[in-house]
């Protein structure tokens, strides 16, 4: 299943905003406005997961899918 972008709705999501907790395009990451805090906002590639966050839950993890329904990395 293809994760959709969660700004234009659209195209398929190739990052995810850890900060944010959005998924996004590539059109639309780089459409967001530069400003200090969005800069520093982490982004993970969603089609590959080297590196990948720890997962919500056990926090102890690689996290490897998105739960759009729960907005959690798991």
Same mark, same amino acid.
């Given at each position: 299943?293809?994760?959709?972008c969660? =700004? &234009?709705g !659209?195209?398929?999501?190739? =990052?995810?905003?850890? +900060?944010?907790?959005?998924? *996004?395009? !590539?059109?639309?990451? /780089?459409?967001?406005?530069?400003?200090k805090?969005? !800069?520093?906002? /982490?982004? =993970?590639?969603?089609?590959?997961?080297?590196? +990948?966050? *720890?997962?919500? =839950? &056990?926090?102890?993890? /690689? +996290?490897?899918?998105?739960?759009?329904?729960? /907005?959690?990395? *798991?």
């Amino acid at each position: 299943m293809k994760i959709q972008c969660d =700004v &234009c709705g !659209g195209e398929e999501a190739s =990052v995810f905003c850890t +900060a944010d907790e959005a998924a *996004l395009c !590539g059109v639309c990451d /780089r459409r967001v406005p530069p400003n200090k805090l969005a !800069g520093k906002h /982490r982004r =993970v590639a969603l089609l590959n997961n080297s590196d +990948a966050p *720890l997962c919500d =839950v &056990c926090q102890e993890r /690689r +996290a490897f899918l998105f739960c759009q329904e729960d /907005r959690a990395i *798991l």
